[in-house]
């Protein structure tokens, strides 16, 4: 034997030298292994069903920088922009109406105490609801027979922000008085406002320092009326500056059913109804979706054109019962009441009370 010998192989041509001292079953493993490799060289991969494989690792999203995603979505705004202009230009030319978009507004269920112009029975109606309104709890104050006197008060121990709430609510409604009741319970306190000629008493409650109800009764005879109190924003230094004591005007708009007729009517009774036009200040009450928009403003006219300047406070009103007589959650009758949630109380959100 040789003093060096090759072992070849037929993949590549290169060569392994092996000592002579090298065993010999070495160079039979090497053999069996080059033997091996070769015939898997020979052998098809066997390719995998794409019905059997499992299913797609998701790949890491890698996060865009804000510039990118920024301008992604001004190219996104700008064709949206194209496409409409070039459907107003296409409806233009073939002349169809104008469409009118799907509101939840003008897609409410329909309510048989609403009024409408193009009814066949709508002076019948009007008639009966003027003679309604004549014998209401609100036709003295109407007929104009006796001034407005209001009594403002709060729960037992009210905290600053509660007690701020009822001062600028004695500011802007005229005469009116707030007191603390202390330990005097509401009937007690109702009781005490009619003898002293009080016409209506409204109770503020909170709830972790921020006022969060409002209890509303006409005196003598009720009715009483609780609503939810939401975002409650305080007029700033500045606008507190241009409150005066003239009597403001008050504008209660889209209280269209019965029941929102009666709300407004009870709103409204709590202000005077003879203005003084001198302060130019104006309360609006707004009813929208059933919720009660208050807004306070200061108008002028300047080159025949009225502006507005808000002077707060704003908050939101949301009825929650209206209860026949004074203050009774125990016995009393309820004319309407909201039993429960929204979404459970109706059989549809395009359902509205007011």
Request: with cysteine.
């Amino acid at each position: 034997m040789d003093k060096y010998y090759s072992i070849c192989t037929r993949q590549s041509g290169s060569c392994i030298q092996a000592s002579p001292y090298y065993h010999i079953s070495h160079i039979a493993f090497t053999h069996v292994a080059l033997s091996k490799m070769d015939s898997k060289e020979m052998e098809p991969e066997n390719e995998v069903d794409e019905s059997q494989a499992g299913p797609e690792l998701p790949k890491l999203a890698r996060k865009k920088p804000k510039g990118l995603l920024r301008q992604e979505k001004l190219r996104d705004l700008k064709n949206k922009k194209k496409i409409q202009k070039r459907d107003r230009k296409l409806r233009k030319a073939s002349g169809d109406p104008k469409q009118v978009p799907r509101t939840i507004e003008n897609t409410r269920e329909p309510d048989s105490t609403v009024l409408h112009s193009d009814d066949e029975d709508y002076d019948q109606k009007t008639q009966d609801l003027a003679a309604e309104f004549e014998h209401d709890e609100f036709a003295d104050y109407y007929s104009n027979l006796y001034k407005p006197k209001v009594l403002i008060t709060y729960k037992e121990k009210p905290l600053r922000k509660v007690r701020e709430f009822g001062k600028i609510l004695t500011e802007i409604v005229p005469n009116s008085v707030r007191i603390f009741r202390r330990d005097a319970s509401v009937k007690e306190t109702i009781q005490a406002a009619i003898n002293k000629g009080y016409t209506d008493l409204i109770i503020i409650n909170e709830d972790r320092n921020e006022p969060n109800g409002l209890i509303l009764v006409h005196l003598p005879d009720g009715p009483t009326a609780y609503f939810r109190l939401s975002n409650v924003i305080f007029p700033n230094k500045r606008q507190r500056k241009e409150f005066t004591d003239h009597r403001p005007e008050v504008i209660t708009t889209n209280f269209t059913t019965g029941l929102g007729k009666t709300v407004a009517r009870m709103l409204g009774a709590v202000f005077h109804q003879d203005a003084e036009f001198k302060g130019r200040h104006v309360v609006t009450m707004h009813n929208q979706r059933d919720y009660i928009f208050f807004r306070h403003h200061r108008y002028k006219f300047l080159k025949n054109k009225p502006y507005l300047r808000e002077l707060g406070p704003k908050f939101t009103l949301r009825l929650q019962y209206l209860q026949e007589g004074l203050y009774d959650p125990k016995c009393g009758e309820y004319r309407w009441i909201m039993t429960d949630k929204r979404h459970k109380i109706e059989t549809s959100r395009r359902r509205f009370f007011l």
